[in-house]
């Protein structure tokens, strides 16, 4: 029926008590990506971020992703989330407390969310035989490695990604000095 | 119970998609409204390590992992801006943020 | 059930490859029992060697030679009133020390103790520690903005500036301490903490003495970095006393406030577990190639039992260098068993030290094997903890604009050079 997933149990891959920890983390993730978008105060809502940035790592280590698990907890939890809370405790007015959650269009926004809900509900329903598993997964062991190989290349060659990792490197040079000139006082 | 497949997956990012849009549109704070872009950027993280998983190769995490890279690239520039604007007009209510206007 | 429990026992796989949540659980409650115990032994430690250091006694009162004095403390504080600032926003004051914590423990998880003594070895075992110690920057940030207080709020600012600072120079030392590791025949490193400690016995170098001094400048940018890391001397500036009124900690009072002192201690101990993981062989006990015949195994394995009987050696000059007054009496008596139970500790791993040399898979060679990872271990973490307190004690504070500078112009630079430098050699020298 799903030949990935029994390929995984047969292989001795198979994770403990999947369903529970699926469905768990999944409600986790959905609830306080509610409470984001819902919370008045800002702080509470960059909390209700941070708790949906750990179980969405979580969901990924359920998908034998364990580097972009890694790479998730580092950069995300750890850093943009700490970056968000400084500009919360900068720009943090007491009026932006009292004054109302939602802006003038909301019932245009909220109309043109339940479309596209609509439009991927209709989606998954009719197109369900779309997603079977369609390859052996990758052994999580090696999972580091094999990324490792495909980013840096390996033996003399360069590997696919590794002209999208030099430029992604310039664009984090080209936002470090854009952030660093758009805060100064005087530039 | 049933095991868990690439759909059910996709069901997640799916609806965190579509708070992060609602919480696009309808926001007043623009703090909050880079929060949810994040939330945005994390479905589709989701999605992509979800048919990487599917497809058994690993194509869908590397690009998942630049997608990280550039949220984080995006974050430090929408919140430098925010920061600029802020120090002009004192302000982070999207409603009024409109010099541009005629 | 007892399936479940006896199915691990003679398993040389940690509980998380095994599957077994139940010893996995107990490994837990057995790391947060030890951690909590060590931070307690810290506090004293650091109180009575600061006082040495300072040519004063330190806490002598409340048990012979103020050895209860953590649990003095523990009671004054679990006792005190619980104050909240009126505009303080209520749950995220709460939940402060919470996050705190939580980031500080969870790195718990991947230090490996021995070569199975882990509660679960991950692949990216190095990645986690790193991102889950990163996490314990927003516990202080929203710690000091819950206050809702000046001096909280730029102590907190302070505070986390420095460590997000820091944190880059300590994963570029980590980085060149993974890449040691690929330093093989088949050319793969690895992420994982046990097989750290692995590449370094296979290889039959600690990595500090690896390439040297590139090893050495490596954990001295580590360990220059840890120390930044957990707002410790001399990067103390967001939380001294004189400065700033105690930091982002200022407006918690009581339990919270030592669940923020656990947490510090905690974390800690942490990181110099990593540090020992990383580059001073883990769990090895010094020169396990070189020196590897069953003599030499059975004098190492003699190491534990002696320590412990050198420590009811001191204890019992202590009893006997008691004011022979009336008044001290409860205190002579309290010292001397003190010091009959650390001299029937080291009786009892002398015994098994002496009846797990001859066979291999007895239990006395496999308890006798284990306490011996275990104390190497404890060893080398302690001399970190001891080098804490030594610093603390010598070095004034630095200024908070020449710790950012040192953090981001003179570290940074000198662990990319490092890590630079050890990829060229580890090049050449293949």
């Not at chain 1, 968000?84 to 943090?92: D, G, K, P, S």
């Not at chain 3, 506090?43 to 006082?51: C, G, P, V, Y």
């Not at chain 3, 009496?329 to 009786?347: D, T």
Request: proline share 4%.
């Amino acid at each position: 029926m799903n030949p990935g997933l029994n390929a995984a149990l047969n292989s001795g891959m198979a994770p403990v008590a999947t369903p529970w920890f699926f469905y768990a983390l999944a409600g986790m993730a959905v609830v306080s990506a509610l409470l984001v978008i819902t919370l008045r105060n800002a702080v509470h809502a960059a909390l209700a971020l941070i708790v949906t940035l750990l179980s969405v790592a979580s969901l990924y280590l359920m998908l034998y992703a364990p580097f972009v698990t890694g790479v998730q907890i580092v950069v995300y939890a750890g850093g943009i989330m700490v970056l968000f809370l400084f500009v919360i405790m900068l720009v943090n007015i007491e009026r932006s407390s009292k004054e109302h959650r939602f802006n003038r269009i909301w019932p245009a926004g909220l109309a043109a969310a339940c479309a596209l809900l609509a439009l991927f509900v209709s989606a998954f329903v009719k197109g369900k035989a779309l997603f079977a598993d369609r390859g052996m997964p990758l052994p999580e062991s090696s999972n580091t490695q094999q990324i490792a190989t495909m980013l840096y290349g390996e033996a003399g060659r360069m590997g696919q990604y590794t002209f999208a990792f030099e430029i992604a490197s310039l664009l984090l040079l080209v936002a470090i000095l854009g952030a660093v000139i758009m805060t100064k006082k005087k530039i | 119970m049933v095991p868990i497949t690439t759909l059910h997956y996709l069901v997640v990012a799916a609806a965190l998609f579509v708070l992060g849009v609602i919480g696009v549109l309808i926001r007043r704070n623009v703090v909050i409204v880079l929060m949810s872009i994040e939330l945005i950027l994390n479905a589709v993280n989701l999605n992509l390590v979800a048919f990487s998983r599917m497809w058994g190769n690993l194509h869908g995490q590397v690009f998942a992992i630049f997608i990280i890279v550039d949220a984080a690239a995006e974050a430090a520039v929408g919140l430098g801006i925010l920061i600029a604007f802020f120090r002009n007009k004192e302000t982070v209510n999207v409603d009024e943020i409109d010099l541009l206007k005629w | 059930m007892p399936n479940f429990i006896m199915s691990y026992l003679g398993s040389t796989v940690t509980p998380g490859e095994a599957g077994n949540q139940f010893w996995a659980l107990i490994y837990v409650l057995i790391i947060f029992a030890g951690v909590s115990v060590a931070v307690i032994a810290m506090n004293w430690i650091e109180r009575k060697a600061l006082a040495h250091f300072q040519v004063r006694l330190g806490p002598m009162r409340v048990g012979p030679h103020g050895l209860l004095q953590p649990i003095a403390d523990a009671v004054k504080l679990m006792l005190k009133e619980d104050i909240i600032p009126a505009e303080a926003d209520q749950f995220v004051f709460w939940v402060a020390p919470l996050i705190g914590l939580l980031a500080a423990f969870t790195v718990y998880t991947v230090i490996p103790f021995g070569p199975s003594q882990a509660v679960s070895d991950m692949n990216i075992g190095i990645l986690f520690m790193l991102g889950v110690s990163s996490l314990g920057v927003l516990g202080v940030v929203v710690a000091g903005w819950a206050s809702n207080s000046h001096y909280p709020l730029i102590g907190a600012l302070r505070s986390s500036a420095q460590m997000v600072s820091y944190e880059v120079a300590m994963g570029l030392a980590v980085v060149s301490a993974i890449l040691m590791t690929s330093m093989n025949a088949s050319g793969t490193g690895t992420l994982s903490m046990i097989g750290i400690v692995q590449a370094q016995q296979q290889q039959g170098v600690w990595f500090i003495f690896k390439f040297f001094p590139l090893g050495l400048l490596a954990l001295v940018i580590f360990a220059i970095a840890m120390i930044a890391e957990t707002n410790r001397a001399p990067f103390d500036l967001a939380e001294a006393e004189s400065e700033l009124t105690a930091g982002y900690h200022t407006e918690y009072s009581g339990l919270r406030w030592s669940l923020f002192m656990l947490s510090e201690y905690a974390a800690m101990i942490a990181v110099s577990s990593i540090a020992v993981t990383l580059w001073l062989g883990g769990w090895m006990r010094p020169f396990p190639n070189l020196l590897h015949a069953p003599a030499w195994d059975f004098i190492f394995s003699l190491f534990p039992g002696l320590t412990f009987l050198g420590l009811a050696a001191i204890a019992f000059i202590g009893t006997a260098r008691m004011p022979s007054h009336s008044f001290f009496k409860i205190q002579c008596i309290g010292l001397a068993v003190f010091a009959a139970l650390l001299g029937f500790i080291a009786l009892l791993l002398l015994v098994a030290a002496v009846a797990g040399r001859s066979a291999d898979t007895s239990l006395a060679a496999r308890f006798n094997e284990g306490i011996g990872y275990v104390y190497w271990f404890v060893l080398k973490v302690a001399v970190f903890m001891y080098l804490f307190i030594w610093y603390r004690a010598t070095w004034p504070r630095y200024r908070f604009d020449q710790l950012m500078k040192i953090g981001w112009k003179v570290m940074l630079p000198i662990s990319l050079g490092v890590l630079v430098l050890t990829a060229i050699v580890g090049v050449i020298a293949s």
